[in-house]
């Protein structure tokens, strides 16, 4: 089981079993939410508890990002049409055991940067 929170501690969540596809997000999007790149894994939204306020943006007319309403940290992006949702890696607490995947959108991310860790990169 992995265990999370926000920076303030007002959103707590918990995923239970294991998680899929840890990447980093390098998308304009997931640039502005968080100030650089966003890394997330996912799982089936009914393993994922959460506890605590969250706020829901309605980022597009397919996804929506949730986020602490308190201290504003960027915890989950959920899509509309899929049972699967993405939690923020660097809200979890503690040694996770999760390693990167790939890198995605990529053809989207900032020009003062660049990709050098030689995983495999999505455009």
Do not use: N
């Not at 650089?36 to 939204?45: D, G, I, K, L």
């Not at 959108?105 to 860790?117: P, Q, R, S, V």
């Amino acid at each position: 089981m992995h265990k999370g929170s926000c920076l303030c501690g007002a959103c707590r969540f918990t995923v239970e079993g294991p998680v899929q596809g840890p990447s980093v997000c390098h998308c304009s999007q997931c640039r502005k939410m968080s100030g650089h790149c966003w890394s997330s894994a996912y799982a089936p939204e009914s393993r994922i508890a959460i506890d605590g306020p969250v706020a829901w943006f309605e980022a597009s007319a397919t996804a929506k990002r949730g986020f602490c309403p308190t201290c504003g940290s960027s915890l989950f992006w959920k899509a509309h049409d899929e049972d699967t949702m993405s939690f923020a890696l660097g809200a979890l607490d503690g040694a996770t055991g999760i390693t990167l995947e790939k890198h995605i959108f990529t053809a989207d991310k900032g020009d003062y940067y660049e990709i050098k860790d030689g995983l495999p990169q999505k455009p």
